[in-house]
C-alpha cells in the first residue's frame, strides 16, 4: 500500500514550500529511489497548472561522471545546462541516495574544479524558486543507524508529513521563529561558547532569516544570517562530525582571526579540510550563522539538510553565504558545521543570554 505521508509531503512542496504559479515550468529531479515522491509531486504540481518536468536518474550517475570526466568535462558548462536553466521557473530536487560514500574515494581536486564551473549556473538557479527535500532510502537509514521504518518515521515526522494538517504546524512553527528574529533585530554581535569554543562575530546589519519550511529546504527548522566579513574571531570546536560530498571529517577545530580560518585540525579527515578551506578565497570565510529550531529534529543523521536544524544546535558555513543575508563571500564551497549546544553550551547576543543548554531564554 502507499504510503500516505508521500502523498502529504507532496502536497507541502507543491503547496507550501514552492510557490507555484499557473504555466510555472517546475523540474522534478531525483534518484530512482524516490520514484514513488517525484510521481505524488509531479500530480499535484499538475493539479496546480504548472508544467512539471521530471528529470530521475540512476543511482550511481555522479560516481561516474567523476571516474571517468575528462577536464572539459570538468570546465564546461553546456548550452543544454545552461537553457534548462534559464527556462526554468523553479526546481524541487529529491535526495534518495542509496550509497551515501559513492563520492567518497573523488580526489577533491576534481570536487573543486567542477564546483567552480557550475557556479554561475548554481546561481541562475538561485534566483528563481528552488527547494531541497529527501526521500527515505536504506543507505540514509543505516548513517542514521536506524531501521528503515524508523528513519521513514523520523523523516515523515521532520517535515509533518505525519499531522493531519501539516501545514498548519508550519505555520504555528513560522511564528515561534519571527518571535527570535525579532529578538535578534539590530544585534550586533554574537558570542558562542561551549567546550573548546568562544567565538565572536558580527551580524551587525545583517537579517536574520526565519527559515520555516516555506522555500528552499525541507525539512526546516532554522533562523540563519551572514556574519559581517572580517568580525570572527575566536575558535570553535566541533563534537558531531562534519559530513561534505561523501566524507566524514572529526574532532574538527577552527581558528579565526579577522574573518579567516588561520588553522584548521581534525581527528580524522584534516587533509580533506584544509583542501576544502583551500577551495578559494571565500572557502576559508564564514557564509553563515544558522541556529537549529526543529525539535522533532532531536538526533544526528549524517544528513545536513536534518541536522542543521536540530533544536539547540548552531551551524557555521565555511564559503558562500546564501542569497538574501547581505553576506558578499562567494565561494564554490557552503559547508556547514554542527555544535551541539545542548550539554553545556550558550549563545550570548550583545552580552545578553539568547540560549542555554539549547534552550532559548
Known amino acids: 500500500m502507499a504510503d500516505p505521508r508521500v502523498k502529504n509531503l507532496a502536497k507541502i512542496l507543491a503547496g507550501y514550500s514552492l510557490p507555484v504559479k499557473r504555466g510555472n515550468v517546475v523540474t522534478v529531479s531525483g534518484e530512482t529511489p524516490a520514484e514513488p515522491l517525484i510521481v505524488a509531486v509531479y500530480e499535484e504540481l499538475l493539479k496546480k497548472g504548472a508544467f512539471p518536468v521530471v528529470h530521475m536518474m540512476p543511482a550511481g550517475i555522479d560516481e561516474l561522471f567523476f571516474a571517468h570526466a575528462r577536464p572539459h568535462h570538468l570546465s564546461t558548462l553546456t548550452p543544454y545546462s545552461v537553457a534548462v536553466a534559464r527556462n526554468t521557473d523553479a526546481s524541487i530536487m529529491i535526495y534518495a541516495q542509496s ?12 570536487y573543486t574544479k567542477r564546483a567552480r564551473t557550475m557556479r554561475p549556473l548554481a546561481e541562475m538557479r538561485r534566483k528563481r524558486p528552488w527547494l531541497l527535500t529527501l526521500y527515505p ?11 528503515l521504518t524508523d528513519f521513514e518515521d ?3 515526522g521532520a517535515t509533518f508529513a505525519d499531522r493531519k494538517d501539516p501545514i498548519a504546524a508550519w505555520k504555528a512553527l513560522s511564528i515561534r521563529q519571527a518571535k527570535l528574529v525579532s529578538k535578534l533585530r539590530n544585534a550586533d554581535e554574537v558570542r558562542i561558547v561551549g567546550p573548546g569554543t568562544d567565538l565572536k562575530l558580527s551580524v551587525k546589519g545583517r537579517k536574520f532569516i526565519n527559515s520555516d519550511g516555506s522555500a528552499h529546504n525541507m525539512p526546516s527548522g532554522e533562523i540563519f544570517a551572514a556574519p559581517v566579513a572580517g568580525s570572527a574571531d575566536g575558535c570553535i570546536e566541533y563534537d558531531l562530525p562534519a559530513c561534505y560530498r561523501g566524507r566524514e571529517v572529526t574532532g574538527v577545530r577552527l581558528v579565526f582571526r579577522k574573518g579567516v580560518v588561520v588553522e584548521a585540525t581534525a581527528d580524522k579527515g584534516q587533509r580533506f579540510l584544509r583542501s576544502m578551506a583551500d577551495a578559494d578565497k571565500g572557502a576559508r570565510r564564514l557564509g553563515e550563522l544558522g541556529i537549529g529550531t526543529n525539535t522533532r529534529i532531536d538526533r544526528f543523521t549524517k544528513n545536513i539538510l536534518f541536522d542543521e536544524k536540530i533544536g539547540g544546535t548552531v551551524h557555521l558555513a565555511l564559503g558562500s553565504a546564501p542569497l538574501g543575508t547581505g553576506g558578499r563571500n562567494r565561494s564554490a564551497i557552503h559547508w556547514d558545521m554542527i555544535k551541539d549546544l545542548r550539554k553545556g553550551g550558550a549563545i550570548y547576543v550583545d552580552g545578553k543570554l539568547f540560549q542555554k543548554d539549547g534552550r532559548f531564554r
Do not use: C, H, I
Not at 99 to 110: E, H, Y
Not at 137 to 147: C, L, N, R
Open 154 to 156: 523520523f523523516v515523515y
Open 99 to 110: 550509497n551515501t560514500r559513492s563520492l567518497s574515494g573523488v580526489p577533491p581536486g576534481k
Open 137 to 147: 532510502t536504506q543507505a540514509y537509514a543505516q548513517d542514521a543507524e536506524m531501521s
